[in-house]
């Protein structure tokens, strides 16, 4: 299973950008894949899953500014994310586990990061 995520750059507090995680080697559409991020000297966090049937969850902090979607036929999903805050500065990587979870320690799959930079 391989995983590239893109999309990432640098952008001014209050605006967007959409990452973007090409998968390969399984079917995306059959197990979830999520979302994360890690910022300097901090321990890498949940951000947003995607499951089967459309089911979605987000962390607190991101909920109602960030989106994850999935297009099954092209194997890829995205994280849409709005209303950027200095805070959401991150490496952000997408993820691919055979069950439901926000744990990163269950995750199996992982692409390389993709660095947003937002400033204030």
């Known amino acids: 299973v391989q995983l590239q995520a893109s999309g990432g750059g640098s952008v001014q507090a209050g605006g967007s950008l959409r990452l973007s995680c090409a998968a390969s080697?399984?079917?995306?559409?059959?197990?979830?894949v999520g979302w994360f991020r890690q910022a300097p000297g901090k321990e890498r966090e949940f951000v947003a899953l995607s499951g089967v049937s459309g089911a979605t969850y987000y962390s607190a902090s991101v909920r109602g500014r960030f989106t994850i979607s999935r297009d099954d036929s092209k194997n890829m999903v995205y994280l849409q994310m709005n209303s950027l805050k200095s805070e959401d500065t991150a490496v952000y990587y997408c993820?691919?586990?055979?069950?439901?979870?926000?744990?990163?320690?269950?995750?199996?799959?992982w692409g390389q990061g993709t660095v947003v930079t937002v400033s204030s």
């Open positions: 993820a691919a586990s055979r069950v439901w979870t926000d744990s990163p320690a269950n995750f199996e799959f």
């Open positions: 080697g399984y079917t995306s559409k059959v197990i979830p």
